[in-house]
């Protein structure tokens, strides 16, 4: 099985066990909506590839965190989405949550997500204390205040806003949650592993600023356009398209550096190098460089 589908089934075995069976029906339906949609589920991915380069000793531990993880992500989308964020209608290519439930269950379904998240760890982490106390730390670090999503999205509603901290909280953050739990989760040690999540989330965001300029809807699966719409701090606006790209590559090579010199740091690269294909195509970055350079050239 590869890490995709391992994620997957982790998220489907601990989400139906969590959920019960006399929870109120549109609210499971909303969640369920929410969770299982097709993400790229690249966080747990990215907990599970550090334990194993850890020696995964707790699996379970390990799977436990890479949902918590993710259903934060999860969490966090629902509500980025609303009316009171981005107004965004579709996300993964399907109505999003508020547009398929109602404004007061996509409020819930967040909610809802955040909780059980914790749920998760609390149930998978009692033959772990130490670890579940820091893998609680760890991830409530990626998502409260002073650096994580709450904060990241907050910084939407400031007069003024420091980019890279806001691109590090809103999205970052969760990053650096995925390889730090995965340490942890085997009973390792975080710091080494804090540089990878940290390059790696901040090219992610780089990315989807991008993408969000030269992407269509229909391929992002979410609207296109809507940073400069809500008029978002983005860096493609901020150096331009290819001064974005260049900044993305620049963080991309980083990441790949940050590996620590493990026994699997060769996969491991390779999943970064894949991912960065994946959200911007070397033959994208290139097209663009060499129009900027001929655009240069002219002037
Ligand atoms: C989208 O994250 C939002 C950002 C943080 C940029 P992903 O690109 O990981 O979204 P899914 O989970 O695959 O839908
Ligand atoms: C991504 O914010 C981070 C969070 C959802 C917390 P964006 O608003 O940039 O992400 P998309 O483009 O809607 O996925
Ligand atoms: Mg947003
Ligand atoms: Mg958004």
Redesign the pocket.
């Known amino acids: 099985m590869d890490l995709h589908q391992l994620a997957e089934q982790a998220l489907a075995a601990h989400f139906e066990q969590a959920v019960g069976a006399h929870a109120p029906p549109r609210l499971v339906a909303a969640m369920r909506h929410a969770v299982f949609s097709g993400g790229a589920r690249i966080r747990p991915q990215l907990c599970t590839a550090v334990a194993h380069a850890c020696g995964m000793n707790a699996p379970h531990l390990t799977q436990a965190a890479g949902v918590a993880i993710e259903l934060m992500h999860c969490a966090s989308?629902v509500h980025?989405?609303m009316p009171a964020?981005?107004n965004?209608d579709t996300r993964r290519g399907r109505p999003s949550v508020h547009k398929a439930y109602g404004e007061a269950l996509a409020l819930l379904t967040g909610d809802g997500l955040i909780v059980m998240a914790y749920q998760v760890l609390l149930n998978a982490g009692k033959t772990h204390p130490d670890r579940l106390i820091a893998l609680m730390q760890t991830i409530s670090d990626a998502v409260g205040v002073p650096d994580g999503i709450v904060a990241g999205q907050a910084w939407e509603c400031e007069p003024r806003a420091d980019l890279s901290q806001y691109q590090r909280a809103k999205t970052g953050a969760l990053f650096v949650a995925a390889t730090c739990a995965g340490a942890e989760s085997a009973g390792a040690d975080p710091l080494p592993w804090r540089a990878l999540g940290d390059c790696l989330g901040e090219a992610y965001q780089v990315a989807d600023d991008i993408r969000d300029v030269i992407g269509q809807s229909a391929d992002l699966g979410?609207p296109a356009g809507?940073d400069a719409q809500h008029g978002r701090p983005s860096v493609a606006h901020e150096l331009g398209l290819s001064g974005a790209i260049g900044y993305f590559e620049n963080l991309i090579d980083r990441a790949v550096d940050a590996v620590p010199h493990v026994a699997s740091a060769d996969k491991l690269r390779q999943i970064v190098r894949m991912e960065s294909e994946r959200l911007v195509p070397s033959s994208v970055c290139q097209s663009y460089k060499t129009a900027a350079n001929a655009s240069s050239l002219q002037h």
């Open positions: 989308l980025d989405d964020f981005d965004a979410k809507q």
